[in-house]
Every structure is written in C-alpha cells, then in structure tokens.
C-alpha cells in the first residue's frame, strides 16, 4: 500500500530525513512517534509531497515516485500523486468563509467529480458519520476545536482518498475535545482506513495502532505492533523517549 | 483685526463645476487604478515569470517618486517623447491613475499573502487547481481584508486631485486658486474649499469606519 525507501529530505544544508524506509499494508494504521524535531512532521508532508523529498522513492496504492536532489517534480503529477491521500492537520484549516457543510462538499465539488447536489449528499453523510449532522449550516468559527478537526476529518474523507494523513490532529485542542476527536479517528481505523498518524497521544498508538514508528534523527529507529516498540523497547534512545512521554 | 467678507466665495456655479471635476477625477481614477491593480497584483501574487519583474518595477517607480512630478511628467513630458498629443484632461488623470494603481497593486498583494499558510495548504491536498485556490479560498478572504486599505487609499486619491491644479484642471483647488486671484481673499477662499473637501470625505470616512467595525 505504502512502500517508502531510503527516503530523504533536506532543507539547504539541514537533513532532516537522512532515509526512511517503511512499508505500510492496507488497513493499517501507522502511528508515527519521537521526540520533536526527529522529521515526523516532514515525514507526513513528504508522503503528500506537501514537501518534495530530495532522494529516495514512495511508492502509494498504484503510483510510484522516484527523486533526486534538484530534480522537480512536475505540480500536475504532484497532484496526481496527492489525490491518492488526505490530510489533517494540526490547525484544521477549514475554510473560514464556507459553511462547515461547504468546507465537507468543497472537495468534490470545486474538483468537479460531483455536482454540487451530490456532493451535497455526500458531505451529509460524511458529517453524519463524525457525529455533527446537526452543526451542517454553522460557520467554523461558531464550533469548538473538536468539532472543527472532525469537520476536517469528513472535509478529507469526501475525496475518498487510499490513505488518511494525520499531522498531530489533536495537538491544537483543549484536553477535553481530544477524546471525541480520537474516536472518530478509531471509527475509522476499524473501518479499515489506511492512516499514518503523527501524534502524542500514547493511548491511541497502544489501543489502535497496528504499527507503532518510533523516528529519531531522520530516521526509523523502531518499528513493530505496539506491544513490541511501546512495551519492549529495545534502543536507549526509544527508552529514553517513552519515559519521558505521559502515558 | 482681520475683517472677514464670505461674501467672496458665494460663486454657486464655479464650485459646483469643481466638485464635479474633483468627484469625477476621483472615481473615474480610483477605479482604472483598482483595475490595474488588480491585474498588476495578481502577477506580482502569481509569480508570473518576466512580467513580475516589469510589475515590480512599475510598482516601485510609482510608488517612490512624488504623485505631483508624475502628474506634471505625463501632462508636458510624455507627449516631448512620444510626439502624440493626447487630449490634456485624459494626460492629466494619467498620473493619478497609475499612482492609484501601483498602490492598489501592493494593497492586492499584501491581502493575499496576508492569508495564512493552511488556507494555501488545505487546498492543495483537496487537489484544488491555482485558480479554484485562488477564486474560492484565497480571494473571497483576502478581499475582505483589502477594503479598508483600498479605502483609505481612495481618500487619499481624493485630496490628491487638488494637484492636478497644477495643470489647469479645473478643480476644487484651482477653483479657489483662481477666485482667490479675483477677490484677494485668500483666507475665505481657501478655507471654504478646505471645507468642501471636508464635507465630501466626512460621509465616506464614517462608512469606512462603520464596515470595519462590523468585520
């Protein structure tokens, strides 16, 4: 589903992947870990060339990317490539002037794949399925932070993409909001979403994570089931990082 | 002690014919100047290879030398080098246009960017193409944030007219310009066409004001 090798991106002189390799099946969730600056954010951007990697190769459903230091990749085979994930992010950054039932049909329909009927349709449904059915017609900045980050949710969701990419979705939130935020998020990992998720949050890597990625230095330092990475841990460096983590 | 004769400004058609002038010149060059600047804004926003570099330079020449020079070039100094004599009142405006314009540019431009980071970046994972981006996410937010400037330069644009007096446009300023050299009353003349400017910008200011407080 996911095929990443020796992936690596540098900012001028920074490297900050210095060659990722993973592979990621279908259905499952990838939860990705480490200590701030280790590239996991960058890893996630790379995956939607939000950031165009410097070398390497990304394979994602059937497309297949190779890249080399200066070499550009064209924008409409970037896009091509992009259409098969979605994205949430940290800050949601729903559209402030759309309705939240606009921002959920803009995918679809701004794209031209469905009239705006259908696509109508379409984000009803999807808000039905985040639990906000009833928040249809308000603005984003009439609901709370949880609600906005399932608006996303569905917002991504209405592209049908192969693989949701979330990037720390609930970091922004007030403690109390990210419990619904999660849930949504594990409906979907039951449903047999593929996901890759950079987060915090260890309860959500141990309960619903299939594989846990713990990058350190630009690097995968472990990976396995979470009962392995989160329970076993084998580096010092991994050790280190989860004692220091609130589980 | 200064006798005062009000009398002297009592010229009901000359004034009338001058804020007449000074309104038209003021919209008809506030609104070519948004033009350009719309058009000048979003190849500066869009990066458009060369003719960026040509915006660049028109903003930066516009912008950086005195509204009055530009004025008094194109009127005596653009026909000398084009050998074409164009009509004096559209020579006359043509300073005022393009000054309006450069700004307008800069105001379109800073209204863009002015939008944040994820607006751009949300849009482009729903595979959004640069125009749907920029005609249904960037644009509708970024306008809202272009009115106060654009209408604050348009005040400007406004009270700038009167140096088109200097080239015989028969406007407010030089209305009292010329009553003043008839009647020798330069305090009430000038005083009165102070007020007319006044009592035209009042009315806009207070809307502006009223729009930005509801936003």
Known sequence: MIHVKGLKKSFGDIHVLKGVDLKIERGDVAVVIGPSGCGKSTFLRCLNLLEEPTAGRLEIATQRLEFEPGGKVSEPRKAKFRASTGMVFQGFNLFPHMTVRENVMSGPFLNRILSRKAAGEKADELLARVGLSERAHLMPNQISGGQAQRVAIARALALDPEVMLFDEPTSALDPELVGEVLEVMQGLAEDGTTMVVVTHEMSFARDVATNVVFMDGGKVGEMGPPAQVLDAPQSPRLQSFLSKVVH | ?215
Do not use: C
């Open chain 2, 1 to 215: 002690m200064y006798e005062f004769d009000w009398s002297v400004v009592l010229d009901g058609a000359l004034w009338l014919n001058a804020i007449k002038i000074t309104l038209a010149y003021a919209v008809v060059t506030s609104i070519a100047g948004l033009l350009i600047g719309v058009v000048f804004g979003l190849i500066l926003v869009a990066r458009v290879p060369v003719l960026r570099w040509v915006a660049s330079a028109y903003v930066l020449l516009f912008r950086s030398t005195p509204l009055l020079v530009q004025i008094v070039w194109f009127f005596y100094a653009l026909p000398m080098v084009t050998g074409y004599a164009l009509p004096d009142w559209f020579a006359a405006g043509l300073g005022l246009t393009l000054y309006m314009g450069a700004f307008s540019a800069e105001i379109f431009r800073a209204g863009v960017i002015s939008i944040e980071k994820g607006q751009w970046e949300a849009s482009t994972v729903l595979g959004f193409s640069y125009a749907t981006k920029m005609r249904h996410i960037i644009l509708p937010q970024a306008t809202r944030r272009m009115v106060p400037p654009i209408v604050s330069q348009s005040i400007l644009q406004l009270k700038n007219t009167s140096l088109l007096s200097v080239v015989a446009v028969p406007d407010i300023m030089y209305a009292a310009s010329s009553l003043t050299m008839s009647t020798y009353r330069p305090l009430e003349v000038y005083t009165f066409a102070a007020l007319l400017y006044l009592a035209i910008l009042t009315p806009v200011t207070l809307i502006a004001s009223r729009y930005e407080l509801k936003h």
